[in-house]
């Protein structure tokens, strides 16, 4: 005679007709057919604690102020060092790193991570990077203040847009030279 999925239980009592044997249950757990429906519904998963970030570097998640792109370039870069398991390379991602690192799309606070993270990168993307800033740093960075100390008086639009113009070849300036730092700290050894 087949055995059914229930299991029967004879003993003074009587049969007694039991459910299944399962994985064992914790103790404060119930059973979801003890619960009542407006009770069950009402009972919300615990919430997951969110983890440490140990990268030292801030998560780009939890910035509102960046655009879509930004965020997603950011927090593809971030993944890299706080879940390297959970990381996969992604050539979009890594082109708009590179092509906005000169730009004011990536915040000065999520700079150091976008360095790490492109000081990393191999191949011709690399030799490219390197021929980049050198030629930025070839340039030298116009001064944006007269020797006085004092901001330079415009009075036409046109100089208006060369001081920017000119803050803009000093944030370029910088980051090259940051970034060529970092790239030549990482460089990896010739092969034996």
């Excluded at 879509?68 to 593809?76: D, G």
């Excluded at 991602?93 to 092509?99: A, G, H, K, T, Y």
């Excluded at 492109?118 to 944006?144: D, Y």
């Excluded at 000119?166 to 090259?176: D, F, L, N, P």
Aim: glycine letters at 4%; hydrophobic letters at 30%.
């Amino acid at each position: 005679m087949a055995k059914s999925k229930k299991e029967v239980d004879v003993s003074e009592d009587g049969p007694k007709i039991g459910k299944p044997k399962r994985g064992k249950r914790r103790r404060d757990e119930t059973p979801a057919e003890d619960v009542p429906e407006e009770v069950a519904a009402s009972i919300e998963p615990p919430k997951k604690k969110p983890r440490k970030n140990k990268t030292g570097f801030p998560d780009p998640q939890d910035d509102s102020s960046l655009s879509e792109q930004a965020s997603k370039a950011l927090c593809y870069a971030f993944t890299q060092f706080r879940k390297p398991s959970k990381w996969k390379f992604s050539k979009a991602r890594q082109n708009w790193l590179i092509r906005n690192i000169w730009s004011d799309a990536i915040p000065d606070t999520y700079l150091p991570l976008t360095i790490q993270y492109l000081s990393n990168v191999k191949g011709g993307v690399r030799e490219t990077l390197i021929k980049e800033c050198q030629s930025l740093l070839a340039v030298p960075p116009p001064a944006p203040e007269n020797p006085s100390g004092e901001v330079a008086p415009t009075t036409q639009p046109a100089s208006t847009q060369a001081a920017t113009d000119s803050e803009v070849a000093q944030i370029k300036h910088a980051r090259a030279r940051a970034l060529l730092d970092a790239l030549e700290s990482t460089q990896s050894e010739p092969p034996k």
